[in-house]
């Protein structure tokens, strides 16, 4: 019997190294297929946790060249507020307003920069780790070394919430609405 436990073992090794998760395999497809495009665009219901308070915007998402777009939906008190990114900005402008939203952390994530972030890490990121959960499929991201992303997709591959962590602890809760 003793002869057997070290082959059971090995035994045991190679057979969960064997095929590769599901959810982990559709990742590549997927990135690279919205990679290719220059047409995303999609809103969010984004929640930002500050150390001192929480703020809620409702944010739209568009490619634009030669980076994006993110214009604020609501609140109304600021519907239309609009920036166009291209690296890294935490300030939204309207004609003469400019609306500071701050930085979340110290690398300079904050709701300004969540989704273009969020749509980085769905293009370029390294997947971490990927599962199945309530019938949606999870894929763990970084984009870098300050952020991971983890990202809910329903049956089509269609993402439908997303959280943005950094220093351990989520930053942005995102609902994500109309994807495009």
């Given amino acids: 019997m003793k002869r057997f436990c070290p ?22 497809p997927f990135s690279e297929a919205l990679a290719a495009r220059g047409d995303l665009s999609f809103a969010a219901e984004l929640r930002a946790e500050y150390p ?3 703020v809620s915007f409702t944010l739209a998402y568009e490619d634009d ?14 519907r239309g507020v609009c920036a166009h990114l291209n690296g890294s900005e935490s300030a939204l402008g309207y004609d ?12 300079g994530l904050s709701p300004c920069s969540a989704l273009p972030r969020l749509a980085e890490a ?14 949606q499929t999870v894929w763990e991201l970084t984009s870098d070394d300050t952020l ?3 990202v809910r997709l329903n049956e089509e591959l269609i ?16 609902d994500i609405i109309d994807w495009k």
Avoid: M
């Fill in 7 to 28: 082959l059971l073992l090995v035994l045991c090794l190679l057979l969960s190294g064997c095929g590769k998760n599901a959810a982990a395999e559709r990742y590549a």
């Fill in 148 to 150: 991971r992303v983890q």
């Fill in 122 to 135: 769905l293009r370029d990121g390294h997947l971490e780790s990927a599962w199945e959960e309530d019938g």
């Fill in 65 to 78: 060249e030669p980076g994006c777009r993110v214009t604020v939906l609501a609140p109304e008190s600021i």
């Fill in 159 to 174: 993402p439908v919430h997303a959280e943005l962590i950094s220093d351990g602890r989520v930053r942005v809760f995102c």
């Fill in 52 to 54: 001192d308070r929480t």
């Fill in 96 to 107: 003469s307003v400019v609306l500071d939203t701050g930085a979340l952390d110290r690398y």
